[in-house]
């Protein structure tokens, strides 16, 4: 393997000094265009006028072949004034990256983390942690996916004082005779400003990870991770949503429950910001296969002060029942009104009750209004009741 080791500064004046040369070329040829091209005659006989054609032409060949030099001279020229731009980038990004290595370093010894920087993934494949985002910004890194028998996701990192949480990772599928994992939990949010991760997707029948916390100040809860997919069992649950920020913040939304034999229950929805911040959505139902669906996650209270209820999850649908609406969740604080419950899901035989919905604010605000009813998919069954709407 061969180097090259180029000064840009150099390279600028080359290519300026080559522009030079081809516009001095350029106007040289310019002025010869005419006596070249348009060569007279030496005399009014065939010959003398054969002659001063042949010349004629060769003029016009000539101007022909000095444009087309004088564009990839051109180009030439555009090509030397972009590497050498390119080489004095490279030269900036090269001394920002060394000005930050030095920055870290004290960091990284003491707390084996930067001060700026986003925390590494861990790898896939691992189930490890992600790392740490930089103690002043930078987010956290992704949890590593399972692959070994029963192992679960890793979490995310967390953000340092401005960033987001890291997602978890993916628990190991699983199979017949091999154990599955579960989801990693997301990171949660920087300590000012940054949202939760995201929780990670379960194996087979098995629970999604839950979502990570909003930031202390602004910032939303991360959604819980998908519930695993039952095979020929009972499915997984989904994770619950990340609360929100401690003072703004939605709350994140909860994962779905995993299909199979009978559905999953969906995660619960987060919880908003203390002061300002509604509740995250319940995670839907699993659809049952062979019995019912799984209910919707109940929605995330809202936060202490103003905000709205999470809406409840919607029943999945089920072979013979279908799954009730999550309740819709409740403001806990002074103004806001309440969640709506879920739909219920349908069913063959029976289908699942709506929610119920969520109550209002202390001091203003409106109630929640009940789930509907589930769609009865057969003639002569039941079909869903619907959920009570919430206090006022």
């Known amino acids: 393997m061969s180097f090259l080791y180029t000064i840009p500064d150099q390279l600028t004046v080359v290519a300026a000094d080559l522009a030079g040369i081809g516009s001095s070329i350029r106007t040289a040829t310019t002025a010869a265009g005419t006596p070249t091209t348009a060569v007279l005659a030496a005399g009014a006989d065939e010959v003398s006028n054969a002659v001063a054609a042949l010349f004629g032409r060769h003029g016009q060949a000539y101007q022909a072949l000095s444009a087309e030099a004088s564009a990839f001279h051109d180009r030439f020229?555009?090509?030397?004034?972009?590497?050498?731009?390119?080489?004095?980038?490279?030269?900036?990004?090269?001394?920002?990256?060394?000005?930050?290595?030095?920055?870290?370093?004290?960091?990284?010894?003491?707390?084996?983390?930067?001060?700026i920087g986003n925390g590494a993934n861990a790898p896939a494949g691992s189930g490890g942690n992600g790392h740490d985002g930089g103690l002043l910004w930078g987010d956290?890194?992704?949890?590593?996916?399972?692959?070994?028998?029963?192992?679960?996701?890793?979490?995310?990192?967390?953000?340092?004082?401005?960033?987001?949480?890291?997602?978890?990772?993916?628990?190991?599928?699983?199979?017949?005779?091999?154990?599955?994992?579960?989801?990693?939990?997301?990171?949660?949010?920087?300590?000012?400003?940054?949202?939760?991760?995201?929780?990670?997707?379960a194996g087979l029948a098995n629970v999604g990870g839950t979502g990570g916390a909003g930031g202390?100040?602004?910032?939303?809860?991360?959604?819980?991770?998908?519930?695993?997919?039952?095979?020929?069992g009972v499915p997984g649950n989904g994770g619950n949503g990340g609360p929100g920020g401690m003072l703004f913040g939605a709350g994140g939304q909860g994962g779905a429950g995993g299909p199979g034999a009978n559905g999953g229950i969906g995660g619960t929805g987060g919880t908003g910001g203390m002061l300002f911040g509604a509740g995250g959505t319940g995670g839907t139902g699993g659809s049952g296969s062979l019995t019912d669906g799984g209910s919707g996650g109940t929605g995330g209270a809202a936060g202490q002060w103003f905000g709205s209820g999470g809406h409840g999850g919607d029943g999945?649908?089920?072979?013979?029942?279908?799954?009730?609406?999550?309740?819709?969740?409740?403001?806990?604080?002074?103004?806001?009104?309440?969640?709506?419950?879920?739909?219920?899901?349908?069913?063959?035989?029976?289908?699942?009750?709506?929610?119920t919905g969520g109550a209002a604010g202390l001091l203003a605000g409106n109630g929640g209004a009940g789930g509907a009813g589930g769609l009865a998919l057969a003639n002569g069954s039941q079909g869903g009741a619907g959920g009570v709407g919430g206090k006022g």
Do not use: K
């Open 77 to 115: 020229v555009q090509t030397l004034h972009a590497g050498a731009g390119t080489y004095l980038q490279a030269e900036a990004a090269s001394a920002a990256t060394n000005l930050l290595d030095a920055i870290n370093a004290p960091t990284l010894q003491l707390f084996g983390r930067p001060l």
């Open 140 to 201: 956290g890194g992704a949890g590593g996916s399972g692959s070994m028998p029963g192992q679960n996701g890793g979490n995310g990192g967390a953000a340092g004082l401005f960033g987001n949480g890291g997602p978890g990772g993916s628990g190991n599928p699983g199979g017949l005779g091999i154990a599955s994992g579960a989801g990693g939990n997301g990171g949660a949010g920087g300590i000012l400003i940054g949202n939760g991760g995201n929780g990670g997707v």
């Open 216 to 232: 202390l100040l602004f910032g939303t809860g991360g959604a819980g991770g998908l519930g695993g997919f039952g095979l020929g």
């Open 316 to 355: 999945g649908p089920g072979a013979v029942q279908g799954g009730n609406g999550g309740a819709g969740g409740s403001t806990a604080g002074l103004f806001g009104n309440g969640g709506a419950g879920g739909v219920g899901g349908t069913g063959p035989v029976s289908a699942g009750d709506g929610g």
